[in-house]
């Protein structure tokens, strides 16, 4: 007689490594399967019906792991988590492993779906360094103190962003170009449980903002009515902030002298590629790659770093400023700047040596999408093989907001 069919599920998970505790995940739930401590974002396999509503709205793609296993991981095993477990070997019988086939083909069907247009889960650059992530979390925060805060915009325009230094003296506090870190709000919100700690990107070169220093940079953009860009925006040197993380295991910084490297970006989405320009410029200034900035922001005025950025020199980085709001002038966007380099773009996009990355707003991805369809059209590429090859291969990132 055949021995009873083992039971077996296929459990949704998030890879903490990769996850930016962004709390996407958790908002878009229509269950509430998706829940938090101080260390990790979590499924609750008893409730998550694998419906399949995080994958897309995730930045990262941390949500799309899975296990198949015969007892579920707990909530408590999974917030103790710093990495994902392997997938463990799952004795089964023929029953069994036809409930396993089963389910592979309704969830690989579900997250078909759910991809559509994303082009692949996105990965790190095969060069980029390896990435510490959540060395600090809600319970265990690291205290750096503040030791610059200056403003970046003109004096006279609406818009106040503020270029933040953070110091972290002893404790150790390694980032690489590309990641973010968290901030704690001191305090409780309106139902009395704390703050999420929000998320900035990281604008210094991983070996601080001033060259081996055990510090670090933030780009803040003041927001009527925002919690944490007030409270930043308004520290004075000398304060003492609680930070998480660091976080993002695929938003990195290529570490080859021969990658091109692509940079789109609408206001304080070019924090991370001030890291990236700065390592650049300590790290490889002979570098073979292109470096191209396609910056976006309604005036020069309100564009964050707009005098440092005029003394880089053309040969480290390629400068194209993109101003939607300048009286009597036409409203320019990033993807007018890329059609208006369409030869250039398409020679690069061609070069499996090139890297896009795209940080600000969201939305603004679908006119960027658009451009480079349009100049991969000219040159006889095709834009939708090519988008997601490079993003399964390390090279083709978003993060908006």
Not at 14 to 33: F, L
Not at 94 to 110: F, K, P, Q, T
Not at 234 to 241: E, F, Q, T
Not at 333 to 354: C, F, H, P, W
């Amino acid at each position: 007689m055949d021995a009873p069919v083992q039971e077996v599920i296929k459990q949704h998970l998030i890879d903490p490594e990769i996850c930016i505790r962004c709390n996407t995940c958790e908002e878009t739930c229509p269950v509430d399967a998706v829940t938090h401590d101080g260390n990790n974002y979590v499924v609750d396999a008893g409730i998550c019906n694998h419906c399949m509503d995080c994958i897309s709205p995730c930045p990262t793609g941390s949500i799309d792991n899975w296990r198949v296993v015969t007892r579920p991981y707990s909530l408590q095993e999974q917030f103790s988590w710093s990495e994902l477990p392997t997938q463990e070997d799952v004795a089964v019988n023929a029953g069994g492993a036809a409930a396993i086939d089963a389910l592979e083909d309704d969830v690989s069907r579900l997250l078909e779906e759910a991809r559509k247009g994303l082009g692949g889960k996105p990965v790190a650059p095969h060069s980029a360094g390896k990435p510490t992530v959540n060395l600090y979390n809600r319970g265990k925060p690291a205290t750096a103190t503040v030791t610059g805060n200056f403003r970046l915009t003109d004096a006279a325009s609406d818009s106040d962003i503020r270029h933040i230094i953070l110091d972290f003296g002893n404790q150790p506090f390694p980032v690489l170009e590309g990641q973010s870190i968290g901030i704690v709000v001191p305090g409780v919100d309106a139902g009395g449980n704390a703050h999420h700690p929000r998320l900035y990107s990281v604008a210094s070169s991983r070996d601080g903002e001033k060259r081996n220093a055990n510090n670090l940079a933030l780009t803040v953009k003041r927001v009527d009515g925002g919690l944490c860009s007030n409270y930043l925006c308004d520290l004075p040197r000398g304060a003492k902030i609680q930070v998480t993380g660091p976080f993002g295991a695929t938003f990195l910084m290529p570490d080859d002298p021969a990658a091109n490297i692509i940079m789109i970006c609408t206001g304080t989405g070019s924090a991370p590629f001030r890291g990236f320009t700065e390592r650049r410029r300590r790290a490889m200034p002979d570098a073979a790659g292109r470096l191209l900035l396609f910056f976006g922001a309604r005036r020069p005025e309100e564009l964050p770093y707009f005098g440092p950025l005029q003394k880089v020199p053309e040969k480290l980085l390629g400068k194209f400023f993109c101003y939607s709001r300048v009286p009597n002038e036409p409203r320019v966007y990033v993807q007018d700047r890329i059609r208006s380099e369409a030869g250039e773009i398409a020679k690069l996009l061609a070069d499996s040596n090139t890297h896009v990355y795209i940080c600000g707003l969201r939305g603004m991805e679908s006119g960027v999408d658009e451009a480079f369809a349009d100049a991969c059209r000219a040159a006889s590429l095709d834009w939708s093989a090519l988008k997601p090859a490079m993003r399964e291969s390390g090279r083709y990132h978003v993060e908006t907001y």
